[in-house]
């Protein structure tokens, strides 16, 4: 049996982010995990560079709960360590820790500067056999896991399990959805790097979380919730279900049933609160039949296995948005995105729909277009 433990906090007020934090270690016991010497790494998620109001990221006051309550009470052996999309430098990542509200006191001071990487060989029968990882992630005794609620393009959503991405360095992510190119093969990859990381201990901030088209380009939903836990995929259903999703829906939950990695029970601890109601709308990317007026129930799960066979999702790129700015080139796995007269070209021809190009746009000038396969 799993526990997740709740905690509703209604604003990014930092007294009231401290309290939930507070509530959330000692459910968990935290405290009797960690010595002086512990080495602490902390992931949050920093997609990209993103003031915390767009809802993006991990919220400031989150990352700096935690360190205070790390800090206050004698574990100052940490670190901040994550690989934004793009590259994994001192100068870029610089940029992206002081848009998003990190470079501020309580927080700076802990700020990863160590951007090499390392390798860590992922656990027997996985299919990819190793991972390059950070090394401020490689080095720790202990990672404490900070993503963010958000829908994801590719995964349908964002939260405990691919936020872990993130040790992978830089534009290596792109490498990553080449030698894993359809849904399939990607998520089972989260699932075996989450296996190879293995965080201690995972809180979600879903203070504001997002929805439509994430993890870049949705809108911000306010849900006033955190929830920590031991076991990051628990969290992960709870928070699937806390958004009115069906858990056995979502791609990677689907690939850690398969290989035995939810718990059969979950309790969740701490405060009581219902799924969203409206549930988060889903990103355009998730196939919808629009049939569920005009097709008898019975019909509609065939309905959209006949139009999933013959359809596929591909980006398009709004020119008049468009501000050649190649962070879409720079994250294609396939290498196929080009630069022209400031304007990016995006050839469907061998396009893995992995939508890095959508989740990577500065200025949200890339939308989901559905055509038939191979055309």
């Not at 205070?68 to 052996?77: D, I, P, S, Y």
């Not at 793009?86 to 927080?107: C, D, H, Q």
């Not at 995964?155 to 490498?175: E, H, M, R, W, Y």
Request: one cysteine or more; a positive charge.
């Amino acid at each position: 049996m799993s526990t997740v433990n709740a905690v509703l906090v209604d604003s990014y007020d930092g007294e009231l982010v401290y309290a939930a934090v507070c509530r959330h270690f000692e459910a968990l016991g935290v405290a009797g995990d960690l010595t002086p010497e512990t080495r602490i790494a902390i992931k949050p998620n920093l997609l990209y560079g993103k003031k915390p109001e767009a809802g993006v990221t991990t919220n400031p006051a989150v990352l700096r709960a935690v360190i205070r309550w790390l800090t206050e009470r004698g574990f100052t052996n940490l670190v901040v360590a994550e690989s934004s999309g793009g590259l994994f430098t001192a100068e870029y990542m610089r940029n992206v820790y002081a848009v998003s509200g990190y470079k501020t006191p309580g927080i700076q001071e802990y700020l990863n500067q160590d951007f090499t990487f390392g390798t860590r060989h992922a656990p027997e029968g996985s299919s990819v056999k190793s991972f390059n990882i950070i090394t401020p992630i490689l080095e720790a005794d202990y990672i404490i896991n900070l993503p963010k609620l958000k829908t994801h393009a590719m995964t349908t959503v964002s939260a405990g399990v691919k936020n872990l991405f993130g040790v992978i360095p830089g534009l290596q992510k792109p490498d990553m959805h080449r030698r894993c190119p359809d849904l399939d093969a990607f998520v089972g990859m989260l699932c075996e790097l989450c296996q190879t990381v293995k965080p201690q201990i995972t809180l979600l901030d879903a203070v504001d979380s997002m929805e439509g088209n994430g993890p870049g380009g949705g809108t911000v939903k306010h849900t006033g919730l955190t929830l920590a836990s031991r076991d990051v995929y628990a969290l992960d259903v709870t928070a699937v279900g806390f958004m009115g999703l069906d858990p056995r829906e979502i791609p990677h939950l689907r690939a850690a049933r398969q290989r035995g990695l939810l718990p059969e029970e979950i309790t969740v601890t701490g405060d009581r609160f219902s799924p969203c109601s409206p549930a988060f709308r889903l990103p355009d990317t998730v196939k919808s039949t629009g049939f569920d007026d005009a097709v008898p129930r019975f019909l509609r799960k065939p309905a959209e296995f006949v139009l999933d066979t013959l359809l596929r999702s591909y980006p398009k790129v709004d020119r008049t948005k468009c501000v050649g700015c190649g962070k879409c080139a720079e994250s294609c796995p396939q290498k196929i995105i080009k630069i022209t007269d400031k304007k990016a070209g995006m050839p469907r021809k061998n396009c893995i729909s992995c939508f890095c190009c959508q989740e990577m746009c500065p200025v949200h000038a890339i939308s989901v277009k559905r055509g038939l396969k191979g055309m």
